[in-house]
């Protein structure tokens, strides 16, 4: 679990193990896999702020202005998202 207050928050994903979680109060999160994944359940919720996901074959359960929820495969694996204030990117 990543867990800030203030500032910006970027990952560099090489192999997805099993889950990843960030929660921020101000700023924006920034999550990059070095390969597609296959397997991936993404819940990114904010108060303010907009999500970005560019993965292919994601099937969204929920796609909203402040949040989304998207599911590749059978989505073993979690990323998991909040923040009070700040983008969200997934890609």
Known sequence: MINTKSGDVSTIIEEMVN???????SGDVKT???QDPKSHKIDLKG??????????NIMYE???K????GT???????INV??????FTVK
């Open 72 to 78: 590749i495969g059978d989505g073993i694996n979690t």
């Open 47 to 56: 108060d303010s702020g907009k999500p970005v996901i560019k993965l292919k």
């Open 82 to 87: 909040k923040t009070n204030s700040g983008d």
């Open 62 to 64: 929920n796609e909203g």
């Open 19 to 25: 889950s990843l979680e960030v929660v921020t109060t």
């Open 66 to 69: 402040n949040s989304a929820i």
């Open 32 to 34: 990059t896999f070095r």
